[in-house]
C-alpha cells in the first residue's frame, strides 16, 4: 500500500510538471507569434468611398487658473515712503539733530511731491502732504516759542578737510632748510623730518599758507587758556598744533565727516568724554570744555598706545583701526604702519599735517609769518543763568552788536540760551553788573520775547509801536510814561506778546487748492509774496524751478491761514482776490486792472501788507523786534524744507 501510495504521488508530481513546461512553450510561441513581420494583403479593387465629413479639432483643456497677486497700488508705497521720512525727522528734531531733521522732512516733501503720481490727483496724497506740512509746521512754531526755531549758527569748513586731499611734492630746498630747522626746534612733542612731512610744508609754504596765516591769527584768542589746560591734563602743550591744523582755532568748523568744533570731535566720541549736545547747545564748539577733553581724549591713547604718533593717527581714525593695523604687521610704530599702508588715507595724511604745521608756526620768520599781529586774548564776565534769554535782549542790555555775544558763545546753537538747564552766559569784559542790572526789569518769563529800544531822536510812541508791531498803552504802561513823553538817547522796554515774538499764530494751509493764472511780469518771488505764501512752497506745489514762469501758466496755491481761536485768511492781497474767486474759471482780467490791483494791494490796510512790512524791517538790522523776525520765520520758512 505504501508502494502504491509512493508512485501515485510521483506521478501526480511529474503530471504537474509537465503541464507547466507546456504552459512555458505556449507562452513562448505566442511571444513568437507577435514578433513575426505582419504581411500585407493582396490589394483588391474597391469602390470609391465618399469623403469623410471633418471631424471638429478637439479643444485642449484649459489649465487651471492661477491667482494672480494684485499689482501693488503705487500711492500707498509713496505714503510708506514720506511717512518713514517723516518719523525719521521726528526723531531727529526730538534728538536736537536740526539739520538732518530738516534734510529728512525735506526728503518726505519730496517724496511726496516728485513720486509718480500727482499729488493733487491723488485724495491720500494731498492728504498726507497736508499733514506733513501740519506737522513741520506745528514743530516750528515749537521750536519758535522757545526762541528761534530751527535756526543754527552757520558751520564753518574745517581746514584739514582741503589739506588731506593733497599730494604735494617735496621741494628739496624747503626739505633741507626743515630738516636744519627741526634740529634747533624746543618742542615736547617728538619732531621728525621725512618726504611725507616735507611735502606738507611745502604745500603750507605755497598754496596753503593763508590757511596758516589766519590760523596763527585767530590763535591769540585762545592760546593762553589752551595751552593753561593742556598742562593741568599733563599732556604735551604742542598739540594745541593739532587743533590749529584741524580746525584753524575756529569753534564753528565742521569736517565733511561731521567732526566738528575746534579739536573736531565726533559726536559719539564727544558725549564719551561729557561733551553735551542739544537742541540748544553743543559743547564740542565750547573752546575751553572741547579743549580739557581732548586733553582727557589724547591721554588716554597715549596710555593705550604708549606713542605719540599712534596716539594722534587714533584721535583721527579711532584706536580700534590703529589696534588693528599693529597687530596685523606687528608693529607699534607710525612710520611702519604708513609704509606698509595699513592705516586710513586721511590717517596717514594726519601725522605729518599736525607734524608740519608745528614746524611752520615754531619757525614763524623762515615761512614768512613772523610780522603777523595775533588776535588779542578773549576776556569775559560769566554769568551763570537757569533761565532761556534771547541774545538780542542780552546785546541790548550790555549795548553790544549780536555778533559779538554769538562769537563769545560759540556753543549756543540758536539766539536762545537753554531752557531747562544752567548755562553759563560769557559777557564783554566788565558788562557782568550792567547786564544784571538791565535784565532784572524784565519779567523772567519775558525774557525770549521782550526787547529794549534805543530812543533816537524823532521817535514817538506810535512810531515805536507800528516798528514793533507793540501797543502804545502797554509800551507807556510798562515804562510808567507819563503822556508817552520820550528822552532822547534814553532806553525804553518793548513788551511784546509771545504770540508776536514766536509767531504762535499756527500758520497752516488751505485744503481747497487756488488756481491763479499767471500774468506779465508775474515771478514765483512776486506771486508768493502776494499771496503770503513761501516761495518754496509754491515750486513745489507746480513743481518749479528758478524763479520765472511762463505767462497764462495756472498754478495751484494752497492758501495760508491760522487759527487763533478761528481761521482767518493771512496777507490777502487785492491784486490776486479775483483770480482766488474765480479759481475754477481762471480769468485773468485786464492789464489796467492788474496795475489797478497791484498799487491797491500796495496800500491796504496791515494785513495786505505783510509782505511790504517784511522787506522794511528787514533793513532796520539786528535791533528789529522779534515779532517781525518770528513772521518772516513763520510766513517765510515754514515749508517743508524748513529753508
Not at 554 to 574: A, D, M
Request: glycine share 6%; net charge neutral; charged share 25%.
Amino acid at each position: 500500500m505504501r508502494l502504491i501510495r509512493k508512485k501515485k504521488k510521483r506521478i501526480t508530481r511529474e503530471i504537474g510538471l509537465l503541464a507547466a513546461a507546456c504552459l512555458v512553450l505556449l507562452a513562448t510561441a505566442c511571444e513568437t507569434s507577435e514578433k513575426k513581420p505582419h504581411t500585407a494583403p493582396v490589394a483588391q479593387a474597391q469602390a470609391p468611398t465618399l469623403p469623410a465629413k471633418p471631424q471638429p479639432a478637439a479643444h485642449p483643456v484649459a489649465p487651471p487658473p492661477v491667482a494672480q497677486m494684485p499689482k501693488p497700488d503705487p500711492v500707498d508705497a509713496i505714503i510708506a515712503d514720506a511717512e518713514k521720512q517723516y518719523q525719521q525727522g521726528q526723531q531727529e528734531y526730538t534728538a536736537g539733530h536740526l539739520e538732518a531733521a530738516k534734510q529728512s522732512f525735506d526728503q518726505a516733501v519730496n517724496v511726496l511731491l516728485e513720486g509718480p503720481v500727482d499729488v493733487h490727483a491723488d485724495e491720500r496724497l494731498q492728504s498726507e502732504l497736508d499733514k506733513i506740512s501740519e506737522g513741520v509746521n506745528e514743530l516750528e512754531v515749537a521750536a519758535l516759542e522757545q526762541g528761534d526755531g530751527f535756526t543754527e549758527q552757520k558751520a564753518l569748513p574745517a581746514p584739514i578737510d582741503e589739506a588731506n586731499e593733497i599730494t604735494f611734492p617735496v621741494d628739496p630746498n624747503i626739505k633741507a632748510r626743515a630738516e636744519e630747522q627741526v634740529k634747533e626746534t624746543r618742542s615736547d612733542l617728538p619732531l621728525i623730518m621725512n618726504d611725507y612731512v616735507a611735502g606738507y610744508i611745502n604745500f603750507y609754504s605755497t598754496r596753503g599758507h593763508g590757511t596758516v596765516e589766519r590760523a596763527l591769527m585767530r590763535s591769540g584768542r585762545y592760546r593762553d587758556m589752551m595751552l593753561r589746560v593742556l598742562k593741568e591734563e599733563g599732556v604735551p602743550q604742542d598739540l594745541i598744533y593739532l587743533a590749529e591744523a584741524e580746525s584753524g582755532f575756529e569753534p564753528l568748523a565742521l569736517s565733511r565727516a561731521g567732526a566738528r568744533g575746534m579739536w573736531q570731535f565726533m559726536s559719539s566720541r564727544a558725549s564719551g568724554y561729557g561733551l553735551q549736545r542739544s537742541w540748544w547747545i553743543d559743547e564740542r564748539q565750547d573752546p575751553e570744555k572741547a579743549t580739557r577733553a581732548a586733553a582727557h581724549h589724547l591721554r588716554d591713547l597715549y596710555n593705550q598706545f604708549g606713542d605719540w604718533y599712534l596716539a594722534m593717527a587714533a584721535y583721527n581714525s579711532g584706536p580700534g583701526n590703529v589696534q588693528q593695523a599693529v597687530k596685523r604687521t606687528g608693529y607699534a610704530d607710525f612710520w611702519e604702519l604708513y609704509k606698509r599702508n595699513v592705516l586710513p588715507k586721511e590717517t596717514k595724511n594726519y601725522v605729518p599735517i599736525i607734524l608740519a604745521f608745528t614746524i611752520i608756526a615754531k619757525n614763524p620768520a623762515q615761512y614768512g609769518l613772523d610780522k603777523l599781529q595775533p588776535a588779542l586774548p578773549l576776556e569775559t564776565d560769566t554769568v551763570r543763568i537757569s533761565y532761556p534769554v534771547d541774545l538780542r535782549l542780552v546785546a541790548e542790555c550790555v549795548d553790544v552788536d549780536v555778533q559779538t555775544l554769538t562769537e563769545l558763545n560759540p556753543s549756543l546753537l540758536r539766539l536762545t540760551t537753554p531752557k531747562d538747564s544752567t548755562y553759563d552766559l560769557r559777557l564783554p569784559a566788565g558788562t557782568k553788573d550792567k547786564f544784571e542790572q538791565a535784565i532784572a526789569a524784565i519779567p523772567l518769563d519775558k525774557r525770549v520775547a521782550w526787547r529794549y529800544h534805543h530812543v533816537a531822536p524823532g521817535d514817538t510812541l506810535d512810531s515805536i509801536a507800528r516798528h514793533y508791531h507793540a501797543s502804545p498803552k502797554a509800551i507807556e504802561e510798562v515804562n510808567d510814561l507819563q503822556g508817552g513823553e520820550l528822552r532822547a538817547d534814553g532806553k525804553i522796554i518793548i513788551p511784546i506778546t509771545a504770540a508776536r515774538s514766536a509767531g504762535l499764530a499756527r500758520v497752516t494751509y488751505s485744503h481747497t487748492p487756488t488756481h491763479y493764472k499767471v500774468r506779465r511780469g508775474d515771478t514765483v518771488l512776486s506771486v508768493a509774496d502776494d499771496f503770503g505764501v513761501p516761495p518754496e512752497r509754491l515750486r513745489r506745489w507746480n513743481r518749479l524751478t528758478g524763479d520765472q514762469i511762463g505767462h497764462g501758466r495756472v498754478l495751484v496755491i494752497y492758501r495760508p491761514l491760522f487759527s487763533l481761536g478761528q481761521e482767518t485768511v493771512i496777507n490777502s492781497p487785492s491784486r490776486h482776490s479775483k483770480a482766488r474767486h474765480s479759481s475754477t474759471s481762471h480769468k485773468s482780467g485786464t492789464a489796467s486792472a492788474h496795475t489797478a490791483a497791484k498799487s491797491s494791494h500796495k496800500a491796504t490796510t496791515q494785513t495786505a501788507s505783510a509782505a511790504q512790512s517784511r522787506k522794511e524791517t528787514a533793513a532796520k538790522g539786528q535791533a528789529a523786534s522779534a515779532a517781525n523776525h518770528a513772521t518772516n520765520s513763520t510766513s517765510g520758512s515754514t515749508s517743508a524744507s524748513l529753508r
